[in-house]
């Protein structure tokens, strides 16, 4: 295609060449005789011009039509290129692919022993999780017992202090009946004295006055003074309270 058109510029510049030279002036116009004149085509040059016109005319919409059409061409084969371009791109990813799918094998299988190894670590978890469940309420029932061992040791202190107290206030009420029959004894016996030395003072009047010693029999419906023995003997009461 561009060969023809180089042609046809060439053909129309050697029209053009040519028809300037028919259209010089010759170098002696004066030899040419008047009646030759009327003969002269003063339109050929203007023909000529005009032929020519119309095939550049022709050339330079021949030229715009091919450009147009080598843009669409060039926008063709932009567009095959990248299609073929993304398809390359398509098989070397794919060649990628098949050529990790051995890879890939690999690592699911390396996968697949890594979660047999976490289940199993799972069951030593959750074993060891019912041990420590076991252990912490083996703890809570220790914990229980040394709480109840504490308020059972708390309790029985209480009560030993209590039992002290009641210990204390028995000692001292027992001290006091001892002292208070202690007195009763000596205020008995001082009574009892005073009664004999009375009687003996009555029998010594009666005896001075008579010279006999007079015989006295009352009526008694216990046992008399003399015969009441006061226990002194308090061991087994202070075993009792000291026990």
Not at 167 to 188: C, F, M, P, T
Request: net charge negative.
């Amino acid at each position: 295609m561009f060969g023809n058109l180089r042609s046809k510029f060439q053909t129309v510049q050697d029209g053009i060449s040519a028809s300037l030279r028919g259209l010089s002036i010759v170098e002696n116009p004066k030899v040419k005789k008047i009646s030759n004149i009327d003969e002269v085509n003063y339109n050929a040059g203007a023909d000529v011009l005009h032929h020519f016109q119309l095939q550049w005319n022709e050339l330079h919409e021949l030229a715009e039509e091919n450009a147009m059409k080598a843009h669409e061409v060039d926008a063709l084969i932009g567009g095959v290129y990248d299609k073929l371009n993304k398809q390359c791109n398509s098989i070397i990813i794919l060649n990628g692919a098949l050529a990790a799918i051995p890879k890939i094998n690999n690592a699911i299988q390396n996968l697949m022993d890594q979660i047999g190894t976490l289940e199993e670590a799972f069951e030593e978890v959750e074993a060891a999780l019912f041990r420590l469940e076991d252990l912490n309420e083996t703890l809570e029932l220790q914990n229980s017992q040394l709480d109840h061992r504490f308020q059972l040791a708390l309790y029985k202190e209480k009560k030993l202090t209590e039992l002290d107290s009641v210990r204390g206030k028995l000692a001292n009420d027992h001290s006091e009946r001892v002292l208070q029959q202690e007195l009763k004894h000596q205020k008995l016996l001082k009574e009892r004295q005073e009664t004999f030395d009375e009687v003996f003072k009555g029998e010594l009047e009666s005896y001075k006055a008579t010279g006999v010693v007079p015989k006295l029999s009352s009526p008694q419906k216990g046992p008399a003074l003399e015969e009441i023995i006061l226990e002194d003997d308090y061991a087994d009461f202070d075993e009792f309270l000291n026990g």
